[in-house]
């Protein structure tokens, strides 16, 4: 028989429905966009990412609530739900090969690739846990590369470590951009927004916009980072975080620095 | 005049048949040679079976069993999967359906509902789906309610095309998010326990794209608006609009073109504001 969860789940069928369509846009959509802006400032120079990345920083004890009340939760609310949706259902484009129906499939394969992609970048770059045994041994196996004061170089550094990368990455963030402009066609349906053919083709258009933006954003980053001259920019991150620490912009933490730019810091010290 | 694959004229065309003797045996392919004319429709071709009663490899075999009723695509009773698409049986044409696709004719029970014998199915949550929603103007009472209120001509004309669903099911079959229900019967069940567990299932689950389009329906007529609250409630309470993904199947197979994401959308939007509103105020219905 019926456990108390499932009924809870079943009762509330229409709300937690209508907060995954909603969470997909607000926070996780946006949050996309916006990551994506962030990391193409990449193009503007080292110091754009990373000024814009000490302005993140800034938040400092309060950061991990902005991340996991805005980002990692509503994420993994959408995707778990998400995938729970994905189980109840049956694709048949095979049988009924119409545009709408691959659209709503490939919303589905590309809920599955972000779900891959996003678990991957997450560890490649920020490691998923900052606990001092889990944090090391993600570095030993090539995990957790970004380090928030040496922001651009590695990032770099992780993308160009490996000619996959870029590639990966590419077909990663391309479903994750699909799902979001589909996604935010389907909304408008979901939330009665555009009801007539008519203004359902005039949505696709607007999404296929926001979706086409949106990619260019997201290849301007990548090209920006592969073609990064990662010495440079340490160089760099180190003159700034110097500077940055005496005037106060940034408070002083060695552990937002990488291991090498680290060094770099007190083999200088020890010179003086 | 059809021509085969080695461009002769077609003198006879095979049929294959997806049969089933009873809800719980297993299914299988029978193929049939049936002689060539023109014009015929699916339904004179299982005609045609029944009179021969002959299968393919010449063995003597039972009549296919079919249903029908209107024998003009008003009735809906004659749906089935014909070539991989769902439609009505009795509006088929065998000449255009070999144009596309040679020589071979393939009929399949619709796979969203229990089989009961053959091609045909059990439709009961179809119209389990319009009980739940109130698919009605309420008038019923102890006295004369005088007339209702005049619908304008512009109403009159949203409403029409949706007035025109026949209950066929060809949206649910298409439909990715609609899956089948099938109860079991147990022994020891009367009827009617029986049929209230049935209900009870399909309540469950999807209402469908049918039951979604006639709640919109009635909630735009004058009288039928006094419920429009109840009927937002069935839509979303477990099953309701909140399963549909948008794959537009739906619109793209109905028979009669009834504009059905136009009114998921509707339903949609007017759904959200009922939620919001009766969370808001307690005095809302
Ligand atoms: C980059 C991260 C993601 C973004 C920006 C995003 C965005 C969206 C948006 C805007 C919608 C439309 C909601 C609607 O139709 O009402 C949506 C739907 C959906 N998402 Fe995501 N999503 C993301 C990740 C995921 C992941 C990881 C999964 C899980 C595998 C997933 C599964 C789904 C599914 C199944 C739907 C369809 C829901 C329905 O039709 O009812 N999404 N997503
Ligand atoms: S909406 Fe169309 S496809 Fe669906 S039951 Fe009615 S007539 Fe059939
Ligand atoms: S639009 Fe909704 S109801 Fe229609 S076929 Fe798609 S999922 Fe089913
Ligand atoms: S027999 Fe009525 S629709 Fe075919």
């Known amino acids: 028989m019926d456990s108390s969860e499932t009924n809870f789940f079943r009762k509330h069928e229409f709300l937690i429905r209508r907060l995954h369509s909603l969470s997909g846009l607000l926070p996780v959509g946006a949050y996309m966009i916006v990551h994506l802006l962030t990391n193409a400032s990449i193009l503007n120079g080292v110091e754009s990412f990373q000024n814009l990345v000490y302005q993140i920083h800034s938040l400092g004890k309060i950061l ?34 119409y545009v709408a129906n691959w659209r709503y499939r490939m919303q589905r394969i590309t809920g599955m690739v972000a779900l891959l992609f996003i678990g991957f970048h997450v560890l490649h770059m920020h490691g998923w846990f900052h606990v001092g045994f889990w944090k090391t041994f993600a570095h030993a ?8 004061y040496n922001a651009a170089s590695t990032a770099g550094e992780a993308m160009q470590s490996t000619i996959l990368m870029p590639v990966f990455y590419f077909v990663g963030i391309a479903a994750c951009v699909y799902h979001l402009a589909n996604g935010v066609w389907t909304m408008g349906i979901t939330w009665g927004v555009w009801t007539t053919p008519q ?46 620490v005496n005037v106060g912009r940034i408070i002083e933490n060695e552990e937002k620095l990488s291991k090498p730019a680290q060094k770099k810091i007190k083999r200088e010290r020890r010179r003086k | ?158 409403a029409y095309p949706l007035s025109e669903c026949m209950s066929c099911g060809c949206c649910l079959e298409a439909c990715p998010q609609y899956l089948k229900v099938e ?66 199947n739906c619109v793209a197979v109905c028979p009669k073109e009834i504009p059905l994401t136009t009114s998921i959308a509707k339903a949609g939007r007017a759904a959200t504001i009922h939620k919001i509103k009766k969370f808001f105020d307690s005095n809302e219905k």
């Open chain 1, 64 to 97: 991990w609530i902005v991340e996991w009340g805005f980002i990692f939760l509503p994420l993994l609310f959408h995707a778990g739900f998400g995938v729970v949706i994905i189980m109840g259902s049956k694709s048949n484009t095979s049988q009924y090969s």
């Open chain 1, 141 to 148: 196996i090539g995990m957790a590369q970004f380090s928030p």
């Open chain 1, 199 to 244: 203004a359902q083709k005039r949505a696709t258009i607007a999404c296929a916009g926001l979706g086409g933006f949106v990619m260019i954003v997201a290849i301007s980053a990548l090209v920006g980072f592969c073609t990064l001259d990662t010495d440079k920019a340490q160089e760099r991150e180190i003159e700034m975080y110097q500077e940055s």
């Open chain 2, 1 to 158: 005049m059809i021509k085969n694959v080695y461009g002769e004229n077609l003198t006879s065309f095979t049929v294959k048949v997806r049969r089933q003797a009873s809800p719980d045996s297993q299914s299988y392919w029978e193929a049939f040679n049936i002689p060539y004319q023109a014009d015929l429709n699916v339904i004179s071709v299982l005609q045609q079976i029944a009179k021969m009663s002959k299968n393919a490899k010449g063995e003597s075999t039972t009549p296919v069993a079919w249903d029908c009723g209107c024998l003009e695509e008003v009735c809906g009773a004659c749906t089935m999967v014909i070539n991989g698409r769902v439609r009505q049986s009795c509006s088929a044409l065998v000449d255009n359906i070999l144009d596309e696709n040679n020589d071979v004719l393939r009929l399949e029970p619709m796979s969203k509902f229990p089989v009961i014998r053959d091609l045909v199915v059990d439709r009961s949550r179809v119209f389990r789906a319009l009980q739940k929603i109130k698919a009605w103007v309420p008038v019923d009472g102890y006295y004369d309610m005088g007339a209702g209120p005049k619908q304008d001509r512009k109403r009159q004309e949203q």
């Open chain 2, 183 to 248: 109860t079991q019967r147990e022994s020891d069940e009367t009827d009617e326990q029986f049929e209230d567990r049935k209900n009870a299932e399909y309540d469950k689950n999807f209402v469908g794209a049918h039951a979604i389009n006639q709640a919109m329906l009635f909630n735009s007529n004058p009288t039928g608006k006094m419920i429009s609250g109840e009927r937002l409630d069935a839509l979303t309470d477990e099953g309701g609009i909140q399963i549909c993904g948008n794959a537009q």
